[in-house]
């Protein structure tokens, strides 16, 4: 891989074509994410989180502005060429998990492979491998609607990280999970960062979320109006081995 | 990817069987629809090419009377017409036989069976015109013809209906209304023609017999006349009429006391009348081919509105919109496929039933099936088309956003 940071961002705009004058969600972010970063994001709601990180997970193209992915200028590309970049380069981690209801936790996990064009029994092994990682192998075929929201989150995440991509991005994964939950699903993403070296942007609305991360960054109104390291980021597995035995059943 | 395209599909058509299944209903009707009607109107065809080529090829009938309606002595004198007349129309130019038809209904009695049938006085000639051989025995001959012999050819129905299981009539003596008569030969079973009539209930005596002994009539009824190739068919009509009206001894201006008819392109013409139908048929069946293909376009909207957090998470994880466009195609492709070939199934069985119950002819021809199969998977792909379209057009953070 070459020097090149995972997130160029060079001054930005989103505006949304509406009335005569259109909404502004992003007015001109520039942003340098390192290779190996884990990076927050925080702001109010409307503030344009979730449009950032949809052009960040090249979801979406800006009105004006140059975005370049690991030295690639993706501003430039067709839809189908950014629909490769997605499948490669980038994976995503929703709020409310985004897990086909049919189709079992592997079948979920192999499902970003399909379009990698990689044969059956490589996917299998792959998306199993992954399902592994997340510590999930025992719940291969179960639906999602028989694992609970940590388990759906860490399938996700599963799906997420088995094309093994640069960035993986998180809008609000914890939002729908208990706050023990939540610190499982931290230890998981801080555990990906650390052992597979994959650079993360999670955006949250919760500081303690945010404390996990090294990079805290807050917008208000399309804008970046701060962008400090973290200090002495905690550490969600030990944070986790001292919470209170009490919430581990039923909590929600 | 075409296999993960089915796999795709599957999934997603297993994830709502009773949908599919009733969306699949429509086609199966359809299917089934086309290949009956079309199995019932080949079937007729058939039969109608088969009596064709039953009835003689190449057949000229000569009536007597100048009817112009009803086949068969149809007003006017019906003793007109001779077996000397047919022995002249033999000697024209480009006829191959003739074979004189005199028909009454009769009494046959064997030991103590009697059985009542038609039976037609001709000439050896028939069994060549209409190419049906005995099956035993043989046919008379022209001798017997010459000496107005009591020789009778039964029919297989007649033979069935007069003989004992396992007695060979041929040699037996029988009785033609109190006539003795001496059974020289059974024909070859023909099976029923398509208006249902048995054409095995039948007797050939000759014509010269029929004449003299069970008649006393020295006319016949029609002249059966085999040209040479369907070409000369018009010429050997019009030596027909010129012969005969000269030696009927009618007048320059004199209206023909005969009929010339050309039974072959009637026959024809009742062949393209059914093919018509078939058609007519197949066009109906084809609607509702066309409303089942409705059907599958109305559940593939659903099913993409539906599944509109699905398509948005594909996008989002790296399906182009191709993948996305061919996943629908294939679900609405499998749908109908699937429901073609039971639809071919069921359109067979029910064929096969049609023509069992109501003793009409069906056949099921692979171009019916062939034609059924691309038309169920031309309405997959036409009517899965814009649902399809229309879900790889979604925005994938719209799509993502959507919640049902
Ligand atoms: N598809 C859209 N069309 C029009 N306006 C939008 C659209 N998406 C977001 N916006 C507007 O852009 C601004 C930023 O939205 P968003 O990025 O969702 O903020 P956040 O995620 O921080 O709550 C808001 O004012 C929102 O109303
Ligand atoms: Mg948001």
Redesign the pocket.
């Known amino acids: 891989m070459s020097g090149n940071p995972t997130i160029e961002l060079e001054n930005i705009k989103?505006i949304?074509?509406?009335g005569t004058s259109g909404?502004?969600?992003?007015a001109g972010i520039d942003l340098t994410v390192e290779t190996g970063e884990m990076v927050a994001i925080m702001?109010?709601?409307?503030?344009?989180?979730?449009?950032?990180?949809?052009l960040l997970g090249c979801l979406d193209r800006p009105t004006t502005g140059n975005y370049r992915l690991t030295g690639e200028n993706v501003s430039a590309m067709t839809k189908t060429q950014l629909a490769a970049i997605r499948n490669r380069e980038i994976g995503f981690v929703f709020q409310g998990f985004n897990l086909l209801g049919k189709m079992t936790a592997l079948h979920n996990v192999e499902l970003p492979l399909i379009y990698t064009g990689a044969g059956k029994s490589e996917m299998a092994r792959r998306a199993a491998e992954a399902l592994g990682w997340v510590g999930l192998t025992r719940f291969s075929h179960h639906l999602p609607n028989q694992l609970s929201g940590g388990q759906q989150q860490r399938v996700a995440i599963a799906r997420a990280l088995v094309n093994n991509p640069t960035l993986i991005l998180a809008?609000e994964p914890t939002g729908a999970l208990d706050s023990r939950t939540s610190l499982e699903i931290m230890a998981v993403i801080q555990r990906l960062h650390r052992e597979r070296g994959i650079t993360i942007v999670i955006?949250t609305h919760e500081p303690e979320i945010a404390g996990y991360c090294q990079r805290l960054i807050r917008?208000k109104d399309?804008c970046i109006i701060s962008d400090q390291p973290v200090n002495r980021p905690g550490d969600a597995l030990a944070d986790l081995a001292r919470y209170p035995a009490a919430g581990e059943v039923n909590s929600l | 990817m075409i296999s993960n395209n089915l796999q795709v599909a599957f999934n997603g058509l297993k994830a709502s069987k009773m949908r599919a299944a009733l969306t699949m209903l429509g086609i199966i009707i359809g299917v089934a629809a086309v290949i009956m009607m079309i199995a019932i109107g080949q079937g007729a065809q058939a039969q109608i090419s088969r009596q064709i080529t039953g009835m003689g090829a190449n057949l000229l009938v000569v009536f007597p009377g100048a009817g112009t309606g009803a086949v068969r002595g149809a007003g006017g004198n019906v003793n007109t017409l001779t077996w000397e007349d047919g022995l002249a129309v033999a000697e024209l130019d480009q006829v191959t036989r003739v074979a004189p038809e005199l028909s009454t209904n009769a009494t046959l009695s064997f030991a103590n069976q009697t059985w009542t049938t038609q039976v037609i006085g001709t000439t050896p000639e028939m069994t060549l015109l209409k190419d049906w051989p005995p099956a035993t025995g043989l046919f008379f001959t022209p001798d017997d013809v010459q000496t107005s012999a009591p020789v009778a050819v039964l029919g297989q129905t007649a033979a069935d209906n007069l003989f004992p299981p396992g007695q060979d009539p041929v040699g037996a003596q029988i009785r033609i209304n109190k006539l003795a008569f001496t059974v020289v030969g059974v024909l070859t079973p023909k099976g029923a023609a398509l208006s249902g009539q048995d054409q095995d209930n039948i007797v050939y005596i000759p014509v010269t017999t029929a004449q003299k002994r069970l008649l006393g009539v020295k006319y016949v009824r029609l002249l059966n006349v085999q040209a040479t190739s369907p070409e000369s068919m018009a010429f050997v009509q019009t030596s027909i009429e010129n012969l005969l009206h000269e030696r009927h001894r009618l007048g320059a201006q004199a209206a023909n006391d005969f009929t010339v008819r050309n039974m072959t392109s009637l026959l024809e013409m009742a062949e393209s009348t059914t093919a018509i139908m078939t058609l007519l048929l197949a066009s109906v069946a084809a609607v509702s081919l066309l409303v089942g293909g409705i059907g599958i376009m109305n559940i593939m909207l659903v099913s993409v509105t539906e599944r509109t957090k699905e398509i948005g998470l594909r996008m989002a994880v790296g399906a182009t919109e191709r993948h996305i466009r061919n996943q629908f195609l294939t679900e609405a492709l499998v749908l109908c496929l699937t429901g073609g070939i039971l639809g071919i199934g069921l359109g067979y069985g029910g064929a096969k039933i049609i023509s069992a119950l109501a003793g009409w002819p069906t056949a099921v021809s692979l171009g019916s099936v062939l034609l059924a199969t691309g038309f169920s998977a031309g309405i997959g792909i036409f009517f899965g088309y814009y649902p399809a379209k229309k879900a790889a057009a979604l925005d994938p953070?719209?799509a993502l956003r959507f919640e049902n």
């Open positions: 989103k949304y074509p509406m909404v502004t969600a992003l702001g109010s709601s409307g503030s344009g989180k979730s449009t950032l990180l949809n809008d955006v917008l399309g | 953070i719209t």
